[in-house]
């Protein structure tokens, strides 16, 4: 089993910037994509930002410039900067880790608990 645990919510005015933080352990051979995603009341989960273990990254449109994904491969951890906040980013955001438990294993699946981003106007 893998755990995967989030830090780094809270409340900020629009402008402002929070560091989240996401560390995964447990039953890790290997880790492929680590990424964040946000559901807001009413709306589905999407895709924030996703980072591959080769240090690729994607972002959704709606934070392009504004948010930096970045991994440290050593500790199992993903981390997500968010810069320049807006009240539409007000969310639910969940940390998700790809991981291999076992050498020529499946690759499954896994989420973080989720952690609230609340941005005032």
């Known amino acids: 089993q893998v755990q995967l645990v989030e830090s780094g919510g809270g409340l900020v005015q629009a402008g402002g910037s929070l560091r989240l933080s996401c560390a995964a352990s447990g039953s890790i051979f290997s880790i492929n994509a680590m990424g964040w995603y946000r559901q807001a009341p009413g709306k589905q989960r999407e895709l924030v930002a996703v980072?591959?273990?080769?240090?690729?990254?994607n972002y959704a449109d709606s934070v392009q410039g504004r948010f930096t994904i970045s991994r440290d491969n050593a500790k199992n951890t993903v981390y997500l900067r968010m810069n320049s906040l807006k009240p539409e980013d007000t969310a639910v955001y969940y940390c998700?880790?790809?991981?291999?438990?076992?050498?020529?294993?499946?690759?499954?699946?896994?989420w973080g608990q989720g952690t609230q981003v609340t941005v005032s106007s």
């Open positions: 980072v591959t273990s080769g240090g690729s990254t």
């Open positions: 998700n880790a790809r991981v291999i438990s076992t050498a020529w294993g499946p690759i499954y699946n896994y």
